[in-house]
């Protein structure tokens, strides 16, 4: 079976990281409706495997992280950890009544077959400060190529380079 790995933006809505969270595949869950989640993240593939193993701790008493270390193999090799965090303002209390709340979606993949490793962070659309419609946007990225990559133009990007990004775009701004 192979594992479709999510983009960084879909990391908190991905099945197996979201029920990890939640506790959805745990408690009440119907086992039908979870292998359906899970039917369109996990497809049959001859040759492919992968394993993974969780983790949730907190923090300084302030911030709750659910992590999956995720190891894809057979006609690739590759590592992925997917996971979410999550604080509240004050710290323990349920979202619907936070001051603040922030849920961080990360992703740290190492690809040594397709040349890179990356390591990304976003605030989700979840995230608040005051009021619901008040939202908190804004992420991190950072690529490391340790082989050169040919791209469709021609072009290549070379071993060695590398890029890290800090921030995000207002909403109304048209990205480059």
């Not at 077959?113 to 009021?131: D, H, K, R």
């Not at 890290?164 to 701004?173: E, I, K, R």
Request: aromatic share 12%; charged share 20%; net charge neutral.
């Amino acid at each position: 079976r192979s594992l479709d790995i999510p983009s960084i933006e879909n990391v908190a809505d991905f099945p197996l990281v979201k029920g990890m969270a939640d506790g959805s595949f745990t408690e009440g869950e119907d086992p039908m409706s979870a292998l359906v989640k899970l039917n369109s993240v996990i497809r049959p593939e001859v040759g492919n495997y992968w394993f993974a193993a969780g983790l949730k701790f907190s923090s300084f008493q302030l911030l709750e992280t659910s992590a999956l270390m995720f190891v894809s193999f057979g006609k690739d090799f590759e590592f992925n950890l997917l996971g979410v965090s999550q604080a509240t303002l004050p710290p323990k209390v349920k979202p619907e009544i936070a001051l603040a709340y922030m849920e961080l979606a990360l992703k740290v993949t190492i690809a040594p077959n397709a040349g890179y490793a990356s390591a990304e962070a976003q605030l989700t659309p979840n995230s608040f400060v005051l009021a619901k419609g008040v939202k908190l946007t804004g992420g991190f990225a950072f690529y490391l190529w340790f082989k050169n990559i040919p791209l469709k133009d021609g072009k290549r990007i070379p071993a060695g380079d590398f890029v890290l990004t800090l921030g995000g775009y207002h909403p109304a701004f048209n990205k480059p």
